[in-house]
């Protein structure tokens, strides 16, 4: 397991389904969409995300996405601000 200290965490989440068009981001159904995971680092996510994509390279509604969830946390742990 790699120490925290030197490695920091840094998590990245792959997700994708079908899109209403080729040319926005506004899934078919929200329900199926397909969350592969949460992975440690940007490599790993990278490695998921590209696999899932070659799967369904036959569908060219179909995209899968690598959000970095790192920026989007709080790293005061505060929440909500108003």
Excluded: C
Excluded at 13 to 19: C, D, N, P, S, T
Excluded at 36 to 42: A, L
């Amino acid at each position: 397991m790699a120490d925290s200290a030197t490695s920091p965490q840094l998590l990245h989440l792959v997700f994708g389904g079908e899109l209403d068009s080729i040319e926005g981001v506004t899934f078919k159904d929200l329900d199926s969409l397909d969350i592969v995971g949460i992975y440690p680092n940007y490599a790993s996510a990278h490695v998921a995300w590209k696999s899932k994509a070659q799967q369904t390279v036959d569908n060219a509604q179909m995209r899968y996405f690598i959000v970095h969830l790192h920026r989007l946390l709080d790293p005061v742990g505060g929440g909500a601000k108003n």
